[in-house]
């Protein structure tokens, strides 16, 4: 049986580096045998900040809903996005605070600082763009979007090993080394990875 991996732009603009990255890891992940499915935030038709404040006001909506059965049906989940300002763009953020919700992704105990992750069973890869020197991200910054997405988040859900492929900086960068990246990140894929 194939590895079932879903791949999800967490960004806005489908025609951006970001894209291409995605669109690499996806031809490896095919070529490797895999079923691949890929979701595309800037697509998706649904509100990432309710007007009420909870994550869940009113159900939700189809593209959400089709987006839990995916993460439902995915042994391996990929996030291709920027860094952006620090962290990772609002999007995938309102994204996150709408899908990964409880009775999905985790469930609080009564009376207990404890919780149930729902999400085990499931590895990821984050492959992110950045423009900052990787060691000043590191170092000075104390990688705050990759906190989120690994620690806070997915690791949170019972995703694991969550692994974190940098591709930058963007900034400034020739075509030879952005087509590098493009067949380092399709390599990623072949190997399931």
Known sequence: MSKKILVI?????????????????????????AEVREIYLGDL???????????????????????????KWAEHLVFVYPIWWGTI????????????????????????????KLLKGRSARLIVTLNTPSWIYRWYFGRPGHNTMKKTILQFCGVSPVRITEVGPIKNSTDAKRKQWLDQVRALGARLA
């Open 45 to 71: 038709r649904f509100d990432a900040c309710p007007a009420s404040g909870a994550p869940n006001p009113a159900g939700l909506e189809p593209d959400l809903a089709r987006a839990q059965e995916s993460i």
């Open 89 to 116: 763009p609002a999007l995938l953020k309102g994204f996150v605070e709408r899908v990964f919700l409880p009775g999905f992704a985790v469930n609080f105990r009564d009376n207990s600082p404890l919780w149930d």
């Open 9 to 33: 732009l967490g960004q806005p603009q489908r025609n951006s580096y970001g894209g291409a990255l995605a669109q690499a890891y996806i031809e490896g992940a095919r070529a490797a045998g």
